[in-house]
């Protein structure tokens, strides 16, 4: 009879643990979603908001929904990056640890709207100026000293370890200005980071944030350059035929051979 009665305890706890694992895996994930929206402007002096985190403790997985990260002052779009979803895989055991353990992280229809001159003054690198004023050089992220709480004693932050960071199918929308004026709208190379936060010391959130931005924005300046080099080359041989045009034609078609020059030379004076 006590064993019925023992047995009948253990199951009543188990169950009770499984309801509360479900109870605080949904609202961890209002408190991740009201974490980021705090401390993400803090890191790249922009806005960030977040349609919906949702955390299941049970199943290991996470996803985050509707990510915008804005623009920097003095540009016009409303957004630099958008996510439309990420998807997280995570050991469960270790969200209430001092180190979580992420499996994989993969970014889906990741949109970066830039704006700027890739070799110059550009919104992305407006931001990763301020990321890196909050986090140090990106080779020394790690080294960040523990925030403070509030009755000013060292708290240490959150650490984290990810084994896979993908960032597929992304594209940037581009305004460029510089040697050639565009708009413009470009697919990105798929990114992929691992072992990040391996072995004791983890990695801290911003840190994470550091090296995922730090990647978009070289992949994007990137892309852009070369595109804008494929532009020159491309009006030159132009321009190239229009003026050997002008030497070979008589007066009759000069206009026409000016036209294509005028044409040729357009993608590199951004007419």
Known sequence: MKIKIILGVLVLLVVLLAIALVVVGTHLGDLVKAGMERVGP???QTTLTVD????????GSAGVKGLVLG???GYQALQSISISNAAISLAPGSVLSDKIVIHSIELRALEVTFEGNPLGANNLATIMAHVN???GPVN???TNPP???PGGQKKPAKKLEVDDFIIAGAQVH????GLVNKELTLPLPEIHLTDLGKGTDGITAADLTQKVLSQITAATVAALVQNAANLGQDALKTARGAASGLLQNSSNGVGESVNKLKKGLGGLLGN
């Open 140 to 142: 020394q992220a790690s």
């Open 147 to 149: 925030a403070a709480s």
């Open 174 to 177: 581009a305004n460029l200005t």
């Open 52 to 59: 919906q985190v949702n955390l299941s403790l049970l199943a």
């Open 71 to 73: 623009n920097p002052k």
């Open 42 to 44: 803090k890191l790249t």
């Open 133 to 135: 004023s909050m986090t």
